[in-house]
């Protein structure tokens, strides 16, 4: 039995870090940048797709797409943007099933825009991990990201109305790390549970 669990969330609200603690406790955890990572090497359906999409140029000598083109491309122009997302996201979906297939347990996508990207029928559970804004700005900065950039960020992703909604299961992390650990292990507890009942409907918390 597989259960698939969709983890989303703000940047620096901690998703990456709940990421780690159920990859702690035992789940798979896939992380979907890496996935697009890969689809971007040669000969993949990610590079072929942006090929097609904007030419030959988007590829660097290797074949693989050059991510520093592409996002220069599509980070002000809301159509490239578009097209992409609708030619990547499906082919992320596909790659995850396919290894969500080959997996037992519990098995976790990590993805920021998970809702937003019309992910959420694929899973029987989708966690958003939230923190208020001025915490996030605190921790991007304390990260090393100039404030100017990290408050771009926060308001590029809205206030986060969207994710919420389209979750079973939101974490707070407003409060110390073990405070989150504490709420991990519950979440833990419940994916383990329900894995084990068969992934049983969830009920939203």
């Given amino acids: 039995m597989t259960l698939r669990v969709g983890l989303t969330g703000g940047i620096a609200g901690g998703k990456s870090t709940v990421a ?3 990859a702690e406790r035992g789940a798979t955890v896939v992380d979907a940048d890496r996935l ?3 689809l971007y090497e040669p000969g993949e359906p990610g590079a072929r797709a942006v090929a097609e999409l904007f030419g030959d140029e988007l590829l660097d000598r290797r074949g693989a797409v050059d991510r520093a083109l592409l996002a ?3 980070f002000e122009d809301d159509d490239s943007r578009g097209r992409l997302e609708a030619a990547i996201h499906p082919l992320v979906r596909r790659r995850f ?4 297939g080959k997996s037992e347990g519990i098995v976790v996508l990590e993805a920021t825009l998970l809702v937003e990207a019309g992910y959420g029928p694929d899973f029987d559970l989708v966690v958003s991990v939230e923190a208020a804004p001025a915490i996030r700005l605190e921790r991007a900065v304390g990260r090393g990201m100039a404030e ?3 408050r771009r960020r926060l308001a590029a992703q809205g206030g986060g109305e969207t994710r919420r909604a389209g979750a079973d299961v939101i974490l707070e992390n407003d409060g110390s ?3 989150l650990e504490r709420e991990v292990d519950r979440l833990f507890a419940r994916l383990r549970d329900e894995d084990r009942a068969g992934g049983a409907d969830a009920q939203p918390s």
Avoid: N, Y
Avoid at 97 to 100: D, E, H, K, T, V
């Fill in 72 to 74: 220069e491309l599509v």
């Fill in 97 to 100: 099933a396919r290894i969500a």
């Fill in 36 to 38: 697009v990572a890969a």
């Fill in 20 to 22: 780690r603690l159920l």
């Fill in 177 to 179: 790390l073990e405070d």
């Fill in 148 to 150: 100017d950039e990290a």
